[in-house]
């Protein structure tokens, strides 16, 4: 009965030991695979120096030179409405008018006051020299004109600010009344904007204030074009400096000859400093973001006597400026490294590759992608 426990024990122990050594083989024979399994495609840049223009960044606002939302000085009912939404203007082209029957009814009286007072007036003047009346009855004349006069201008008046005009040409928005509603003081009529040329406001840090003048040069960008850089100068400087965030107000004026940027649109603002500044230059797809910080991959030979195979060896890196589709590089490389800028998902540590650059497209310093 031992005898048989003993060798039923000699069995399994076998046979544990074949499938241990079955394992191991199968282990080894994938490690040599993977050891011998093909590089990795790639596609690189070597970075380069560059001088750039030294610039200034920040974020603005747009607003009209001239923009207002057109209102009644005076409460009254609409009369007539003599514009069409997003319809253009000239100055002093009629907008709408209010009722003004019972003013115009005051004005005929008005005026026939003053006819009145003007041909009494007249008549003391001739009585007065022919010496035949007091000059105070002619003063008094006099006084009693210019009274009626003033009336009369004063309703006028009334009229004319319920007759609304134009005050600027520009560009109309959307209707804000009917005909027949009853307009309140400062009730909105309809927005009118002058959209060429337009200003762009925007703040920057007290640091740069040495750096800013008048007539620098300006780019700003907008995602609502794309592909479109809008070009213009500073126009002013704020002289003092805001209190609590330490910063500098300035404005800068764009002729806009398109119209296309418009009233409290949202930019990406840049100020073109004098100077040039060199910077070691690289792609901005070679940079592989991470919370720990920006790192790429340099592809150098692998070091082997005879061997002509690359390797990917990861390096952390400082980032500094971006200009069109590459980024300047402060700390972490040097120039005549080459890095990997496509085919990053693909990498590790230590990783062979191979570089093919013929369908990767060349990054450029000023981009202009297709209309999608």
């Given at each position: 009965m031992k005898s048989k426990l003993f060798v039923g024990l000699v069995i399994v122990v076998l046979v544990a030991g074949g499938l241990a050594a079955v394992k191991v083989l199968q282990i080894k024979t994938m490690?040599?695979?993977?050891?011998?399994?093909?590089?990795?495609?790639?596609?690189?840049?070597?970075?380069?120096?560059?001088?750039?223009?030294?610039?200034?960044s920040a974020v603005g606002s747009v607003s009209s030179v001239e923009g207002v939302t057109v209102a009644p000085e005076i409460a009254g009912t609409v009369t007539?409405?003599?514009?069409?939404?997003?319809?253009?203007?000239?100055?002093?082209?009629l907008l709408a008018r209010l009722d003004t029957s019972s003013e115009e009814a005051q004005l005929r009286?008005?005026?026939?006051?003053?006819?009145?007072?003007?041909?009494?007036?007249?008549?003391?003047?001739?009585?007065?020299?022919e010496n035949t009346s007091s000059q105070s009855e002619l003063d008094q004349a006099e006084a009693a004109l210019k009274q009626a006069q003033a009336n009369a201008d004063n309703i006028r008046a009334t009229i004319g600010k319920k007759t609304i005009r134009a005050p600027f040409a520009g560009k109309l928005g959307i209707r804000l009344v009917n005909l027949g509603e009853q307009l309140d003081v400062g009730k909105g009529i309809v927005s009118l904007q002058s959209l060429a040329p337009v200003f762009v406001d925007f703040s920057l840090p007290q640091q740069?204030?040495?750096?800013?003048?008048?007539?620098?040069?300006?780019?700003?960008?907008?995602?609502t074009y794309a592909t479109n850089h809008f070009e213009g100068e500073i126009a002013a400087i704020n002289p003092d400096l805001d209190a609590v965030t330490r910063s500098v107000r300035v404005r800068a004026?764009?002729?806009?000859?398109?119209?296309?940027?418009?009233?409290?649109?949202?930019?990406?603002?840049?100020?073109?400093?004098?100077?040039?500044?060199?910077?070691?230059?690289?792609?901005?797809?070679?940079i592989l973001r991470a919370?720990?910080?920006?790192?790429?991959?340099?592809?150098?030979?692998?070091?082997?006597?005879?061997?002509?195979?690359?390797?990917?060896?990861?390096?952390?890196?400082?980032?500094?400026?971006?200009?069109?589709?590459?980024?300047?590089?402060?700390a972490g490389l040097k120039a005549g490294d080459t890095v990997a800028t496509a085919g990053l998902f693909k990498l590790h540590n230590g990783v062979n590759v191979t570089v093919n650059n013929e369908e990767t497209p060349k990054p450029s310093l000023t981009p202009n992608p297709p209309n999608s």
């Open positions: 490690l040599a695979n993977k050891q011998e399994s093909s590089p990795e495609a790639v596609a690189s840049a070597v970075a380069h120096e560059e001088k750039w223009q030294d610039t200034l007539k409405i003599a514009f069409e939404s997003g319809a253009r203007v000239n100055k002093g082209d009286s008005a005026e026939a006051q003053v006819d009145w007072a003007s041909v009494s007036a007249e008549r003391l003047r001739k009585l007065r020299a740069e204030f040495a750096q800013l003048q008048d007539g620098l040069k300006v780019s700003v960008a907008s995602d004026k764009f002729e806009n000859p398109g119209e296309l940027l418009r009233a409290g649109m949202f930019v990406r603002v840049t100020v073109i400093l004098p100077g040039e500044q060199a910077v070691l230059a690289i792609p901005a797809t070679a919370p720990f910080g920006d790192s790429v991959f340099v592809i150098t030979p692998d070091g082997k006597a005879g061997s002509t195979n690359l390797v990917a060896h990861q390096k952390i890196i400082r980032t500094g400026r971006t200009h069109g589709e590459f980024v300047s590089v402060e």
